[in-house]
């Protein structure tokens, strides 16, 4: 693609000064696969110049994950490696902080045996609880970002060539980061300000709960106790300002693990665990998923929701309107990180801790005392879209309506 190089080094900039806001004298840790490795190089000369203590690079690669599926023994499956979590625990405790640069395929595990895929999620997320902690209450800064894989292009332009395909996926990221500006970090700083402002709104007025109406959607979701509603960048344990998401366009909080009831229906396709699940829902009685349907993916979604107890609840409750980039693109990403920033979503399983005034603090029992659930998993799944009304209700009873066919109206 023309002038790659130039985009490259305003996301790898991007990345490092907004996306972690990089200081000097931290360290850093780039996770990424072989599609990702170009950026990863341009990101990883931005934090030294930024004055990082040291950069360390963690690189899978598509290929070898489907050889270990198809070849390893069962066992594999029901462990994790310990030295993982230790290096992990001794990085963000020696002031490391990550960056995910993703280039995914959305359907890299559709023809390995979903029990499989499931189990070696659940090893996995057992095993990596305590390291989550760390990203989950801002002690560790951290951000995705994303780059075109050839299987993730052609499922989004599938009548392309290979290399338009890219090109085309690659327009459509630089123009959702941002990227075309000359200054993508003052654009993002800007934008961080404006989304502050639906944010503040919605902290001043302290809304109790939230309802919900759309095609196959009639929701209602209290909000847990002393939530606190979070726009663009947040702050870490030592209040530096860091963006998790690039791109975001959204404003979320955490809702009552316990209070949500009604039926709520996707608006989009969701790939989880290498497999696409499309055309489901939820019905929700206090709190929990008593019912479900999906046309596709109906057992990787029902697998899903067997990790534990609190992944058949809410953790994230987010807003972002209709109108807006990345929806206006038209494209479905089959990417959560593209296709959430498109739409209203919610998240199946572990609230952020600091969406709960002083959470960070908390212990996890603390938090779920508060109604911010606690799981194993967190999938943010998509809502949204032209025909979805929102109502908030004060704690005294009065009602603000805040989107009306998909926007905000406030």
């Not at 004055?51 to 994950?65: I, P």
């Not at 070696?120 to 800064?141: D, L, V, W």
């Not at 002393?226 to 979320?252: C, R």
Request: charged share 30%; aromatic share 12%; with cysteine.
């Amino acid at each position: 693609m023309k002038n790659l190089n130039t985009y490259l080094e305003r996301y790898a900039k991007l990345a490092v000064e907004v996306g972690v806001n990089l200081k000097e004298k931290e360290g850093f840790i780039i996770t990424t696969n072989v599609d990702g490795l170009e950026l990863t190089r341009f990101i990883a000369k931005e934090a030294y110049k930024a004055g990082a203590k040291h950069v360390e690079v963690q690189l899978s690669d598509d290929d070898l994950t489907l050889i270990r599926y198809k070849y390893g023994k069962d066992f594999i499956f029901e462990e994790f490696p310990k030295w993982k979590i230790d290096e992990f625990d001794a990085l963000y405790n020696d002031d490391y902080h990550h960056i995910f640069v993703i280039a995914p395929d959305p359907e890299l595990l559709k023809d390995i045996d979903p029990k499989k895929v499931n189990l070696n999620q659940k090893t996995a997320s057992e095993a990596m609880s305590p390291i989550m902690k760390y990203r989950m209450t801002g002690f560790t800064k951290w951000s995705i970002v994303a780059v075109p894989s050839l299987a993730w292009a052609k499922s989004v332009f599938p009548d392309k060539e290979d290399t338009d395909a890219i090109d085309s996926l690659w327009n459509e990221i630089i123009k959702a980061c941002r990227l075309d500006y000359e200054d993508p970090v003052k654009a993002w700083k800007n934008h961080d300000n404006s989304l502050k402002t639906y944010m503040n709104f919605l902290n001043e007025n302290n809304f109790s709960k939230l309802k919900l109406e759309g095609p196959g959607t009639d929701l209602e979701v209290y909000l847990a106790e002393d939530h606190i509603w979070i726009g663009g960048s947040n702050d870490s344990l030592e209040g530096v300002p860091y963006m998790a998401n690039i791109p975001t366009e959204e404003v979320f909080t955490a809702p009552h693990a316990f209070k949500v009831n009604g039926k709520l229906k996707a608006t989009k396709p969701l790939s989880v665990n290498g497999k696409l699940v499309d055309d489901f829902g939820f019905t929700f009685k206090d709190g929990v998923v008593v019912d479900f349907y999906a046309e596709k993916g109906y057992e990787t979604l029902k697998d899903l929701m067997k990790n534990d107890e609190g992944s058949k609840r809410l953790g994230e409750v987010a807003l972002v309107q209709d109108d807006s980039p990345i929806s206006n693109t038209g494209i479905l990403f089959n990417n959560t990180l593209f296709d959430e920033n498109a739409s209203v979503h919610f998240a199946l399983g572990r609230a952020y801790g600091f969406n709960i005034k002083n959470g960070s603090k908390m212990t996890n029992d603390e938090l779920l005392e508060k109604g911010a659930n606690y799981s194993l998993i967190h999938v943010d799944f998509m809502v949204g879209g032209e025909n979805l009304n929102i109502f908030a209700f004060k704690p005294g009873g009065e009602k603000i309506q805040l989107f009306k066919d998909g926007n905000w109206i406030i």
